[in-house]
């Protein structure tokens, strides 16, 4: 999201405007389904398995099995045990679907019940995704080694008394599935001292509808809705312009966020001025009334995760900020690697767990030095420790997740090529592969079948892949197009910025709030 201007101005190639940081919080604190994870807690195969894992956890990871927690998003079957929103507290570092979802994969009063197995206060307080003898009292939900070895589905200690995690042979309590006090395997889904940052944990009551396992493949975002088939794409809309600012002026629009919550959108509007541009946070009350939220925010691409909490990209700060939409302020959450300031972060998306993936250019450094000497893709766990995802791109820019959280694309503005990496059950990644050739690449969206938008800023239009890498089509915006995002009422609205301008585009199908 956002390059830094055209030629002749300070901080970036001609058209990079920046990426928009796609939708849909994902999650934070500890990986969907643990802290309670449906069928989590026991043996592989107790409480019945579908796919891998142990314990009944669709998708990967095992009831809370050391440095595990259970794949984000996965808890449970769809519609049952871990549906997001349940159990989980918001700021709390316990995990949506903590549990299982309300009257599933442990109902009330069983291998997740609220106050236990992660429910709301526990299973996950505030910086701890599972504190001491909460998910489960010694003996509860099973007996000592039933379910599950000692010290697993939450070791002692970390999301369920020793040896708890199931009843007798059922990876829960008898019939639900869902592991008393799992909580998140240690080290992982909300370790001691980790669970995401106060604030950011999990959402109560969000990421899903009650027992609905939350939206496709877990991850919240958007209108989607688990077991939905949908549509291909319609890409024969014209975009329509909602806005413009009065008088242009050199710069660009981005990082649109829709707030699900709120009814409204948040972009960007950076004015190319230099040395260190300067940002307005803008706010969309649809259908075209446009004010000014923060004059002096600083930032690039927009995120929200699992919990409503709004995230952004600042080159202003040179990092990662919390913002707290009522007040108008921000809050620095990480800003460094190995002791160095990042360079001028663009785009980030957040995972169900509060894994957060930025990527880090130089568009907007500035007469800055840059610290790291790299052009870098980071992840920042719940935890907030940094890691490197990738140094060698000429210049990275969009991010986004598939919608089972198992792909990441990052964009390549001057490589012009859209890149993946495959996502693993922890969050670190591997495996780097070309995706696509897109004349400069910016931002990106996803829509609920998981096909992939693309803005290429040279051409002025969105170009749409298939998760397979098959081109779909493509919609003519306008040119010096950034970034876009899935919005509105209905999901179905795609809100795209070009230049000093807002657009939108009527869709057939909704996407995730990225």
């Known amino acids: 999201m956002g390059s830094g201007g055209s030629p002749g101005t300070t901080g970036g190639a001609t058209g990079a405007a920046g990426s ?3 939708g849909g919080a994902t999650g934070a604190g500890g990986a969907t389904g643990s802290g309670g994870k449906t069928a989590g807690g026991g043996a592989v195969g107790s409480g019945g398995t579908t796919g891998f ?10 009831g809370g099995a050391t440095g595990t927690g259970g794949r984000a998003g996965f808890g449970g079957g769809t519609g049952t045990g871990g549906g997001m929103g349940t159990g989980g507290v918001k700021g709390t570092g316990g995990v949506m679907g903590v549990g299982g979802a309300t009257g599933t994969g442990g109902g009330v009063g069983t291998g997740g019940v609220t106050g236990t197995g992660g429910a709301t206060g526990t299973g996950g307080v505030t910086g701890t995704g599972g504190m001491t003898g909460t998910g489960g009292a010694t003996g509860t939900g099973g007996a000592t080694g039933t379910g599950g070895a000692t010290g697993t589905g939450g070791g002692t200690g970390t999301g369920g008394a020793t040896g708890t995690g199931g009843a007798t042979g059922t990876g829960g309590a008898t019939g639900t599935g869902g592991a008393t006090g799992t909580g998140g395997a240690t080290g992982t889904g909300g370790a001691t001292g980790t669970g995401g940052a106060t604030g950011t944990g999990g959402l109560t009551g969000n990421g899903g509808s009650t027992g609905s396992g939350g939206n496709v493949a877990g991850r919240q975002g ?21 806005h413009e600012l009065s008088g242009g002026g050199i710069g660009t629009f981005e990082g649109p966020v829709w707030l699900a919550g709120e009814g409204f959108l948040l972009f960007s509007d950076i004015t190319f001025t230099g ?10 009350a649809p259908p075209t009334t446009v004010t000014t939220l923060l004059a002096d925010a600083g930032v690039n691409g927009m995120a929200v995760d699992a919990s409503g909490v709004v ?16 007040a108008a302020t921000l809050t620095t959450v990480v800003d460094k690697v190995d002791g160095k300031k990042f360079n001028s972060p663009n785009d980030l998306v957040i995972r169900s767990d509060g894994t957060i993936y930025f990527t880090d250019p130089t568009y907007q450094l500035g007469d800055r030095p840059s610290e790291t000497g790299k052009k870098g893709i980071y992840r920042v766990s719940p935890a907030l420790a940094v890691s490197v995802v990738d140094d060698t791109f000429v210049q990275p820019n969009g991010i986004a997740l598939s919608p089972d959280e198992t792909v990441l694309y990052v964009a390549d503005y001057q490589g012009n090529a859209v890149r993946t990496f495959a996502v693993a059950a922890d969050g670190g990644t ?20 998981g096909n992939l938008y693309v803005s290429s800023g040279s051409a002025g239009a969105i170009e749409v892949y298939s998760p397979a890498g098959t081109k779909l089509g493509s919609i003519a915006v306008a040119s010096s197009l950034s970034n876009m995002a899935f919005g509105g009422t209905d999901g179905k609205t795609l809100y795209a910025t070009a230049g000093k301008a807002l657009y ?9 709030y990225d």
């Open 504 to 512: 939108s585009i009527a869709m057939n199908l909704p996407g995730y």
């Open 275 to 284: 040395p260190v541009n300067p940002s307005r946070m803008m706010k969309l």
């Open 311 to 326: 995230y952004a990209c600042s080159h202003e700060v040179q990092g990662i900020v919390r913002v707290d939409v009522g």
């Open 222 to 242: 958007g209108a989607c809705q688990a077991g939905t088939s949908y549509p291909a794409p319609v890409l024969t809309a014209t975009a329509v312009q909602l």
């Open 53 to 62: 894992g142990s314990g009944g956890a669709t998708g990967f990871g095992s």
């Open 20 to 22: 928009s940081g796609p």
């Open 430 to 449: 591997s495996g780097r592969a070309n995706f696509a050739s897109v004349q400069s690449p910016d931002g990106f969206a996803v829509d609920c079948a």
